[in-house]
């Protein structure tokens, strides 16, 4: 009897630790930074209902994906890729940073996919 109240115990802690873990996807994204891609997103697409849960689900997905410093990341690469000048050229040039730009482009390409079919 020991050994079956042993493993209900041990399969609801995994249970719960999945849980709690999936619950953390996303979960690092302030919430002003996603009502301000919602925001944006609704701008772009109208201000309707429909807008409103296809952009809420945009960024959901995009969370899913990339981790918020990544997010952030690609987020200052693109707005420093729009400042002329030879200050913003590293932003340009650096492969690296190409790189996390791309992996967000997928992340929104993948989003697209799933919340505006």
Known sequence: MTLKVSLIAAALFCAVGAGAAQAAV???????????????????????????????????????????????????VLRMNKVAGQSSEVFRSTGQLRDVVSTMRRAQAEAEVKCFP
Not at 29 to 52: H, V, W
């Open 26 to 76: 996303g979960e690092d994204y302030p919430t002003a930074e996603k009502a301000d891609y919602i925001f944006g997103c609704m701008a772009a697409n109208g201000q309707t209902r429909e807008s409103l849960d296809r952009c809420s689900c945009s960024i959901d997905t995009i969370a899913t994906i990339l981790p918020f410093s990544e997010y952030e990341q690609a987020e200052t």
